[in-house]
C-alpha cells in the first residue's frame, strides 16, 4: 500500500519529541516501531521532529542506521515501504547527554530554538532521574508553557518514594502536562471495554451485584525474568504488575459511567473505585492472598531454571513471581462480588484477559446434570490476540438430544472480522494522544498514589507474616493454594484458552 501523503497529520498537532533513553530496550522495541507506524499512517505532521537523547557517543547518522536495525527487525515485511523509512529516519537527530548534568542541556535548548511547535519530553529511563531531567530542562530555560512530559510506570517503590518523584515532576510540570503511561490503557480491547460498557445498554444495564456473580482478570507471562533479576527482585510481581496494570483494568471495568469522556470524568470514577479497594487485614490476608514463586520446571517442552537459579539470582530471596487474591470493592454496585486476580511469570500461556460471570437465571429448568454450565460469561481478551466473546447457551441439535444444553461463543475476534484493518499498538495511540494534548488514556496522580496505598498494606502485611511464597513448578498456573482460593468459593478459573 502506498503510503505517499499530500499532507502529513493534522499541522496543529506537530511537535518536537525529545525521547530520553533512546538507546534502551522499550525505545527500541516499542516506541520507535510505534513512532513510525504513525508517520507511516499519515498521523505525524510533516514538521514534527524526533531528537534521541542516550549517555553513549554516537553521532546522528548512527543513530539513525540503529534505529533502522530496529525497525528492520520488528516490522512486518509489508509495513516496510521505502519511502515511509526514508522519510521517518529523516526526522532523527541525536545527542549524547548525562542526564544528571546541567551544563549539557543547553544543547536541547539549542535544539528548540525558534520552534514555533511545542515539546514533547518522554522519560524512558529510570524514575529516580525524572526530577533530574525535568530540572535541568527546566534551568536551561528549555521548556515553555505548552511543553509535556511523559513518564512511564511503575512510578516509584512505594507511597512515599511515588509521592517523591511525584513532586519532582510536578515542581516544573502541572498535572495538566503530565502523562503518566500504562501500556494497558492504550488497547484496542480496552477502547472497546468502554464503548460496550456505555455505548450498549444490554450491558449498562446487566453490570452490576444484581446479574454478575463473580469477574476474574488473568495476566500471565511465559517468560521468566530474562536478564531482569536485580530489578525485578526489587519489585516484585505485585509492584511490576498490580499496582499498575490490573488495578487499570479492575478500575474501568468496575468503575461507574462517567459523565462524559473527558479526561477527569473518566478518572474521577477510577478513583472512586480505588478509594473501595477493601484493604487486607487479619485472617484475610492468608485465606484471600497467594504469593508465589516459580522452581525448576518446563517451558515450550524445554527444561527451565527456577527463579533462584536464575543468572545473578541471590538463593534467599523471598521475592514473588506470582501473586493471586480475591478483591472486594466496596460500594453499591459491587456489594458481594469478588474480583478474583492473578498474575505470574513462567505460566504455561501468555495471557491477559478479563472474564465476566454472570449470575444463573433464579430458577432452572433443564438437566440437573448441566446446571453448572448454565451461565453467560463475557470474555474480554488483550493479548495475545484482542478480542471479545459471549458465551452462551443453546440447545444442543440432533433428534437425540432432547433438550440438552451446548455453550458456544458469540465472538469478535478482531483480526478475523477486520482482516485487512491493522491493529494498532497500543503506544501507537497513546503517542498519537499525546501529540494532541489528550489525557483522558493517561493516569492521574491521585490514582498512582490511591493504588501505591493499596499495595503498601498488603505489602506491610506481608512482611509481619513473615511467610515465604508458596513454590510452584515453571509452565504451571502457579502455586495450589491460588486454585484452593477460588475453589473454596465453589469457582474454577476460567481456562478455555
Not at 459471549?390 to 461463543?409: I, N, Y
Request: aromatic share 10%; with cysteine.
Amino acid at each position: 500500500m502506498s503510503q505517499s501523503h499530500a499532507l502529513l497529520g493534522d499541522p496543529k498537532h506537530a511537535i518536537d519529541l525529545a525521547l530520553f533513553g533512546a538507546l534502551g530496550d522499550l525505545a527500541m522495541r516499542k516506541l520507535f516501531p510505534a513512532l513510525y507506524q504513525l508517520d507511516r499512517e499519515g498521523l505525524m505532521p510533516e514538521s514534527t521532529r524526533i531528537m534521541g537523547l542516550a549517555r553513549q557517543e554516537h553521532d546522528t547518522a548512527a543513530f539513525r542506521q540503529l534505529v533502522n536495525g530496529a525497525l528492520q527487525k520488528r516490522l512486518k515485511k509489508e509495513e516496510q515501504d521505502k519511502e515511509s523509512l526514508t522519510r521517518f529516519l529523516s526526522r532523527l537527530d541525536y545527542l549524547k547527554l548525562d542526564f544528571t548534568n546541567a551544563e549539557g542541556f543547553e544543547a536541547v535548548r539549542q535544539w528548540r530554538e525558534g520552534a514555533n511547535r511545542p515539546m514533547v519530553v518522554y522519560l524512558s529511563v529510570a524514575a529516580r532521574i525524572y526530577g533530574d531531567i525535568c530540572h535541568n530542562l527546566q534551568a536551561s530555560d528549555s521548556l515553555d508553557d505548552d511543553t509535556r512530559v511523559v513518564v512511564e510506570k511503575p512510578i516509584g517503590y512505594d507511597l512515599a518514594s511515588s509521592k517523591e518523584i511525584n513532586d519532582a515532576i510536578g515542581a516544573v510540570f502541572p498535572e495538566s502536562r503530565i502523562y503518566r503511561i500504562d501500556h494497558y490503557l492504550g488497547k484496542e480491547t480496552v477502547q472497546n471495554l468502554i464503548a460496550l460498557r456505555f455505548a450498549n445498554p444490554l450491558f449498562g444495564t446487566q453490570w452490576n451485584q444484581n446479574h454478575i456473580s463473580h469477574v476474574e482478570i488473568t495476566v500471565a507471562e511465559k517468560v521468566g525474568i530474562e536478564g531482569r533479576w536485580g530489578y525485578f527482585d526489587e519489585a516484585g510481581q505485585l509492584r511490576d504488575m498490580v499496582q499498575n496494570h490490573l488495578l487499570q483494568l479492575l478500575c474501568l471495568i468496575a468503575m461507574d459511567p462517567p459523565s462524559n469522556l473527558d479526561a477527569d470524568a473518566i478518572r474521577d470514577e477510577k478513583v472512586k473505585v480505588l478509594k473501595a479497594l477493601k484493604p487486607f487485614t487479619g485472617e484475610a490476608l492468608g485465606r484471600d492472598v497467594v504469593r508465589g514463586q516459580y522452581i525448576a520446571g518446563t517451558s515450550n517442552g524445554q527444561a527451565v531454571p527456577g527463579y533462584l537459579e536464575e543468572e545473578g539470582a541471590n538463593p534467599q530471596s523471598q521475592t514473588e513471581t506470582f501473586v493471586a487474591m480475591k478483591i472486594e470493592v466496596t460500594n453499591w454496585r459491587w456489594a458481594g462480588v469478588p474480583f478474583y486476580l492473578r498474575t505470574g511469570k513462567r505460566l504455561p500461556e501468555k495471557l491477559s484477559q478479563i472474564v465476566i460471570h454472570f449470575r444463573q437465571q433464579p430458577h432452572y429448568i433443564f438437566d440437573p446434570d448441566q446446571r453448572g454450565i448454565a451461565s453467560n460469561k463475557l470474555i474480554i481478551r488483550l493479548q495475545p490476540e484482542e478480542g471479545i466473546a459471549l458465551q452462551v447457551l443453546t440447545k444442543d441439535s440432533g433428534l437425540d438430544k432432547g433438550m440438552r444444553l451446548r455453550q458456544g461463543p458469540l465472538h469478535l475476534d478482531f483480526n478475523s472480522v477486520f482482516p485487512k484493518a491493522r491493529i494498532p499498538d497500543a503506544y501507537e495511540r497513546l503517542l498519537l494522544e499525546v501529540m494532541k494534548g489528550q489525557q483522558y488514556l493517561f493516569v492521574r496522580r491521585d490514582e498512582v498514589e490511591h493504588a501505591w496505598r493499596w499495595c503498601d498494606q498488603l505489602i506491610d502485611g506481608w512482611k509481619a507474616r513473615e511467610a515465604a511464597p508458596r513454590r510452584y513448578p515453571a509452565g504451571s498456573w502457579g502455586p495450589v493454594a491460588s486454585i484452593a482460593m477460588i475453589t473454596q468459593d465453589g469457582r474454577s478459573w476460567y481456562e478455555d484458552y
